[in-house]
């Protein structure tokens, strides 16, 4: 039976990393580093830095391999994404066959959190259930990038005893405002906060958290809403690449006091 071991590594900053990440990257026989293109090459650096940093057992193996990307032509989006997670299972499954011994113990680096928009831990489930490797897996939790935001902008999650939606930027003009006062939304490469109409919400928005380049603003949703397109434009265009989260709020803490 071989080990696969889900290790969130957090946002950007590489003291993210948690003891018990540290630890078990140290105990690892091997650690799969993914390759995103030239484009998100700052990503890599971030993993290379972690690696250099914290992995100090010089017995282990590092094997990289090509992330392929999704197709998105004549398929829904839940084509698209189940056929690109049954590829990359497939990736995953020759990986393990050719590098990982019987016993032997591999790490994933994953981005904040495994548990948050991230496939990882849903193709080593497709792995393990086709059966040709046996294997088992666990997950080390990592900072999220919703924890990156609210730290930055020293606020709470949630107002007091609120619930808070997490949701995309496909999905975010069917829930906010609506179910709960707070929308997180993560992964909006349309800016759709931008077509909130609502005086009375607020955004907290941020780009490359927890990294040298973190951008930050905050205010009324009506006010900052153009500076945050532009800024978000021009810091794309100088990197070739962007990822962004909000907090979308509506109300105060206390305003249901009766
Ligand atoms: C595929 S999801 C991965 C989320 C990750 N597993 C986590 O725990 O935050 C990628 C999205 O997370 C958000 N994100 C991740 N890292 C970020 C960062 N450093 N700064 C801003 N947003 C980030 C963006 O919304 C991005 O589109």
């Known amino acids: 039976m071989r080990h696969i071991q889900i290790v969130g590594i957090g946002t950007g900053n590489p003291e993210h990393m948690t003891v018990q990440a540290i630890n078990t990257l140290n105990a690892a026989d ?19 830095d972690i690696c250099e940093r914290y992995v100090t057992n010089k017995t282990i193996r590092f094997i990289g391999y090509e992330v392929p990307s999704r197709r998105t032509a004549d398929r829904s989006y839940v084509q698209g994404v189940d056929e690109w997670h049954e590829e990359i299972s497939a990736i ?24 948050l928009y991230d496939s990882t831990l849903r193709i080593i489930e497709r792995v393990a259930a086709r059966g040709n490797v046996p294997l088992d897996y666990g997950i080390i939790p990592g900072i999220t990038s919703i924890q990156a935001l609210t730290a930055s902008h020293r606020i709470p999650l949630n107002l007091v005893g609120k619930p808070v939606q997490i949701t995309t930027g496909r999905r975010l003009a069917e829930s906010f405002p609506g179910i709960a006062e707070t929308a997180v939304v993560m992964l909006d490469g349309q800016q759709a906060f931008s077509k909130i109409d609502d005086p009375d919400a607020y955004i907290y928005w941020g780009a490359y958290l927890g990294t040298k380049d973190e951008i930050i603003i905050s205010g009324r949703l009506a006010d900052v809403s153009e500076r945050i397109v532009s800024t978000r434009e ?17 109300g105060q803490d206390f305003d249901d006091r009766t």
């Open 92 to 115: 995953y499954e020759r990986l393990f066959l050719e590098h990982l011994a019987e016993k032997e113990r591999a790490a994933f680096l994953v981005w904040g959190d495994p548990g």
């Open 30 to 48: 091997v650690i799969f580093i993914p390759s995103k293109g030239a484009a998100k090459a700052e990503l890599a650096d971030v993993r290379k």
């Open 234 to 250: 021009e810091a794309r265009a100088r990197h070739g690449w962007i990822m962004d989260i909000y907090l979308l709020r509506k």
